[in-house]
């Protein structure tokens, strides 16, 4: 079963300095978060989503999320042709939920579902 995917929402990166991050990020935007918890910093970014995700591997690299109207259904339907489960689908405030796939060629893939977000105009 193919999967619609609606664009890009949200790049997420993870820092192991979050305080140096942010401060870097808020520099180079010209703007403060707005988000800004313990375990997570959110920029707006022409309408899209910027994340900082502390005590997590740089070197992993970032993670992209790919819009979608049900984030299990994408997952079981990336299973279903050969990836693997990276991050379990799960709502992480807001209505928001979120999962990750491994593919068979070893790339992880992000699904979200987020019922705030608004194309950018």
Known sequence: MPVELLGLRTVIYPVTDLAAAKLWWSTLLGQEPYF???????????????????????????????????????????????????????EVGEGIVTGSVLTATGNVVGFIRNPNFRLPS
């Open 36 to 90: 800004d918890e313990p375990f997570y910093v959110g920029f707006e970014v022409a309408g899209y989503e910027l994340g900082l995700l502390p005590e997590a591997t740089p070197g992993d690299g970032a993670l992209t999320y790919w819009g979608v109207e049900s984030v299990r259904d994408a997952m079981d339907a990336a299973i279903a042709v050969g990836a693997v489960e990276h991050t379990a689908a799960t």
